[in-house]
């Protein structure tokens, strides 16, 4: 059983900064061949994929947070990031941890989910 706890969410002010950590678990070979990422759900909005790590460790972001977020991993602390700078108050919103992620028709999935964690960011 795949286990995603995610840490770090708080509020902030615009421009400042915020690390999310995600500890996984249970991560099947098949699974790792897919991505691991952060979602993001805005109020009022459908969850949406702001960044993504390969099984190659290539990464990849939404045009929105690029230049501002870092997504990394430590397979052996078996522990996902996401660094936020410069963080915008259309940057609120719930953070989800996923594994088992992938791209069709440039729409972002995946199958196994966090709880996720609060990130509120004032102007």
């Known amino acids: 059983e795949v286990q995603l706890m995610e840490f770090g969410g708080g509020s902030v002010q615009a421009g400042g900064s915020l690390r999310l950590s995600c500890e996984y678990s249970g991560i099947t070979p098949r699974e790792r061949g897919h991505c691991m990422g952060w979602f993001r759900q805005a109020p009022g909005k459908e969850r949406l994929g702001v960044a993504r790590i390969e099984r190659d460790d290539s990464v990849h972001y939404v045009d929105s947070v690029a230049g501002r977020f870092t997504i990394s991993k430590d397979v052996a602390k078996n522990t996902l990031y996401l660094e936020m700078n410069s963080l915008k108050p259309e940057d609120t919103g719930i953070y989800y941890c996923?594994?088992?992620?992938?791209?069709?028709?440039?729409?972002?999935?995946?199958?196994?989910w966090g709880q996720g964690t609060q990130v509120t960011v004032s102007a």
């Open positions: 996923v594994s088992d992620c992938f791209v069709y028709n440039n729409f972002w999935y995946a199958g196994d």
